[in-house]
């Protein structure tokens, strides 16, 4: 059994968790912040057999897509802050950062 925790952007997130459901995975979501850019994201637990992570990763694949954004950068540390003029740049955000982990011991009450 293996344990994948899947971390998707909040856009993908809806689309994934309805993909999931389609393909009879179960998931538990939980809202999650990132720590780059500070926006949300939804990070996925899903449990299932070892022989079913390979279509888990393949729905993950299909519904998280990466994207551009435009994002105005975090003022700099120390330094005269009124003298900083932040542009927004152009970052590539999206897709799913996903762990696949072994599961040594499973139960259900």
Known sequence: MKLILA???DQDSNRLSNALVD???RATKMASTGGFLKSGNTTFIIGTEDIRVEKALEIIRDNCK???QLV???SPMGGN???YVPYPVEVEVGGATVFVLPVEQFHQF
Do not use: Y
């Open 7 to 9: 971390v998707v952007q």
């Open 23 to 25: 393909h009879n995975f």
């Open 66 to 68: 990466s994207r551009d």
């Open 72 to 74: 105005a950068p975090v």
């Open 81 to 83: 802050a009124d003298s």
